[in-house]
C-alpha cells in the first residue's frame, strides 16, 4: 500500500512542456497548472536526448514549481533511451512519471522495476514518485483496465489521441467520434480500478470555443482532467473542472442534510424541492472536495 | 549633492549646466516665471516668397553658425528621414560645436554618430536615443552631455528658456508655400504634429520641409504659417513603413494577459473607474492586451471613458468607434488605425506637447488622468522606475511621457515581467532613476501585484481585486532567487548624460560605461 498524497491530487490540466527550452519550463508555475509535464519523448530530436535530460536533471533540481505537480514523460519502452530517462526522473526527484506507448500491466511492472534500481542508486524512497500511463495504442486502449490495476503507484491513465488514431487507421476529425470508445472505455477502467483519468490534448489554440466543447464534454463523462499545450487553455480547463458556485452549495446542503436526517433516522428527503437520499452522499462530499482543492471553497466543511 | 531620490549628483555637473538636484516632483508648483520668445524677422512684403530650393540652400539661408541649437521632432518615428537629411548638409558647412534638441532620436539617426566624433554635434538633448547614437554617448564619444527630458520638461525646457533654438527643421507630410504645416494627407502620413509646435513657437527660424506640396491654404494647419521662415520641398520625408505600422495583432502570450488581466482587474476595483475616467496607455503587448480587456468591462457595465491620452494605436480607436470612448487627445499616432482615426473622426484630436505634459504651464493634460499604465526597463523597492539605461548601462531607450502620466495620473500602473531575460526588472535600486517612486502606484508583474506603501487606498482596491498581492520587497526576493543578485554594473567616472527631471532639474546621471574587465 502506497501512502503518498499525490495519488488522488486535483489533476484539471496537465500541461506539456520541452524539457529543453529553459524559456519553457523556467517558471510556468506562474500560470498555475495543476501539473507539468516535462517532456523526454516526442518534443525532443533523437539526437538532443541527453541535452534534454541534463537540462531536465536541473530544472528538477534548482526550480522551485510553488506546488505544481511535476511529471515527466519518458520515452516508449521500445526505445533505447527510457531506462536513462527513469535514472534522470529518480535523480532529479520529480513527482511522477509518464510512461509512452504503455501496452500492458507488464510495461507499468516494467518501468516500476527501473525506478526501483534507481530508487536504491540514489537514495530515493520507493513510493515517493508515481506513475500514470499514457494509452496511444488499440492494443493500450484494449487494455486499459490491466494497466490500471498494474501497480499501486500507478495514480491515472491518459488518453494520447494523436498516435491512437493513426493505429485506428482514422484521423482527428474534431467531432469526437472517433475517440468514443476509447474514452469511454478508458473512464470505465480508471473508475473500476479507482484510477484517475485524463483526456487527450487539443492542439488548436484558436479554436478556444471546440477546446472549451471537448472539455466540458469530458468532464461529463467522468474525467478527472485533459492534457493542454498551452498555458492559454488553463483558464477553460480549471473553469470547466471547477465546481460553480451553485454547485457548491448544492453540495453542501447535501452533505448538512445528509448528516443531520441520519442522526435523526431519516433516509429520504427533499432539499429545494429534489429528493435527495444518502446516493448523492459521495458525490456530494466529491464536489465539495473539489471544490476545495481547487481553492475555491469557503464554507467550513 | 544627495538629490530627493537618493541620487549624488556631482558639483561639476550641477555647475556645468547650472541646474539644481532634483528636490521632489512638485517641488516647483506655484513658481512663477517669465517664459522665452524667440528672435522673429517679419515678412511684410507680399512678394517675397518663403519657398528654398534645397536643403543645402536653406541651412546657408538659416545662417547656421559654430555652437547652435537645432532642433527636430520624431513623429515619423524609426521613419524619419529628416534628421539625417539635414545634418549632412549642415555637416558639409563644417559647422563645429551643435547642441542637437530633438523631441527623440532613434536607430535611424545612425548615420549621424560620425559627427558626434569629429565635433559637429557636441551635445544632445532628447527624450531618449537608441542604436549607435546611445553606443556614442555612454561610450564618451560626445564631447558635452546627453540630457534627456521627457516630452513635457522638453516643452518647459524650452518656453522657459533653459534651451533656446537657433533653428527648427520640422518636416512635414503636407505643407503649403506659406508654411501652413499639416500631419495627414501627404505620402508620409504621421497623424499629429505634436511636439513640434513648441519648436516652431519658439525657434527663431523655423524650416519646414515637406514631401507633399499641397494648394494654400493648407488648413486647419497644425503649425501656422504665421511661425516658418522658409519651406523646403524634397523627394522624401520618411519611409511610411515605419512610420506608421500595419495593426498590431493582439498579443497571445499567456504571461502579458495575465499581467494586462490583473492591471484590468485593479482599475475596475479602484474609485476612478466611473463613467467619464480618464486614461492612458502605452503600445506594449500587455498595454494593448488591457485595453483590449478593460474595453470589454466598460461593455458590459455600460461605463464610458471621457478622455483617451497620449500616444495612440489602434485599440483605443476601436473604443471610440464603438463610442466607448468621448474623446482621444492625442499627441502621436503609432499604427495607421490611429492615424485613419485622427483624419476622420471629429472626437479624436490633436493637441501640443505643451498640452499635453508640460509641468510648468498652467496645467496640462496628464493632470487630468485618472489612470496611467506604463512599462519600465527596472522597478526598484522605492518604486523608481529606470527606462533609460539597460542592463549593461547602456543609453537606450526614452522618457517620452512616462515621468509626465506618472506624476500627473491620481492611479499610476507600471506593468513589468518580473524577470526581462536574465534580468530581474525588480531590483533594490534601479541603475539610473528616470521617473520617481513617489509617482508611482502600483507594480504589476506575472509573479504578483506590489502596492507602493504610500497608496493605503489603492491597496484596499487591490485587496478586493483578488490579485496576488506582494510588498515590492517580496518581488525583488523572487527575481534574485531565481537569477540571483546581479552585480552592480561598471561605471567609469565621467558624466556623460544627465536625466532631468520634468521640472529642470537632474534626478539622475548616466556615466561612462567601463569596458569589462576579467577579475
Known sequence: MINNPNLNRLRRS??????????????????KPDSIMLDLEDAVAENQKDAARYSLYHALKEIDYHGVERVVRINGLETAHWKEDIRVCVAGHCDSIRISKCESAADVIAVEEEMKKAEEEFGVPHGEILIMAA?????????????????????????????YTKDLQTTISGTGVEFAWARGQMINAARCAGKQCFDTVFTNLDDMEGFRRETEMIKMMGFDGKSIVNPRQIAVCHEVFTPTEKQIIQAEKIVKEVDEKKAMGIGVFTVDGKMIDIAFYPGAKRTIELAKAAGVYEGDL | MINAVGRDIPEKVLKDLNMKPFAGTYARNGEEYTKAAPKVRAWMDPKESKMVESIADVVKKCNIKDGMTISFHHHFREGDYIVNMVMEEIHKLGVKDLTICASSLGKAHNP?????EDGTITNIQSSGVRGQIGEAISTGK???????????????????????????????????????????????????LSYAYVDAQYADKVVAITDTLVPYPNIPASISQVNVDYVVVVDEIGNPAKIATGAAKPTTDVRKIMMAEYCTQFVINTPYFKDGFSYQTGVGGASIASTISLGKIMKERGIKMGLGLGGIAGPMCELLEQGLIEKIVDTQDFDLKAIESISTNPNHIEITG?????????????????????ASLEVDTHFNCNVVVDSNGMVTGAQGGHPDTAAGAKCTIVIAPLLQGRTPAICTDVTTVTTPGETVDVVITDYGVAVNPARPDLLECAKAAKLPLKTIEELRDMAYAITGEPEPIKFGDRVVGVIEARDGTIIDVVRQIKDYEWD
Open chain 2, 354 to 374: 505643451s498640452e499635453y505634459a508640460n509641468p510648468m504651464n498652467k496645467g496640462a493634460y496628464v493632470n487630468q488622468l485618472d489612470f496611467v499604465i506604463l
Open chain 2, 142 to 192: 560626445l564631447k558635452g552631455y546627453a540630457i534627456m527630458r521627457s516630452h513635457g520638461g522638453r516643452v518647459r525646457a524650452i518656453e522657459s528658456g533653459d534651451v533656446h533654438i537657433d533653428v527648427a527643421f520640422i518636416g512635414a507630410p503636407t505643407c503649403d508655400c506659406y508654411g501652413n504645416m499639416r500631419a495627414v494627407g501627404g505620402k508620409s502620413d504621421c497623424g499629429v
Open chain 1, 135 to 163: 494509452l496511444e495504442s488499440t492494443k493500450g486502449v484494449l487494455n486499459a483496465l490491466e494497466i490500471c490495476q498494474a501497480s499501486p503507484l500507478l495514480f491515472g491513465i491518459a488518453l494520447s489521441g494523436g498516435d
Open chain 1, 14 to 31: 496537465m500541461m506539456f512542456l520541452n524539457a529543453q527550452k529553459p524559456g519553457l519550463i523556467k517558471d510556468p508555475y506562474i500560470y
Open chain 2, 112 to 116: 549621424i554618430v560620425p559627427m558626434i
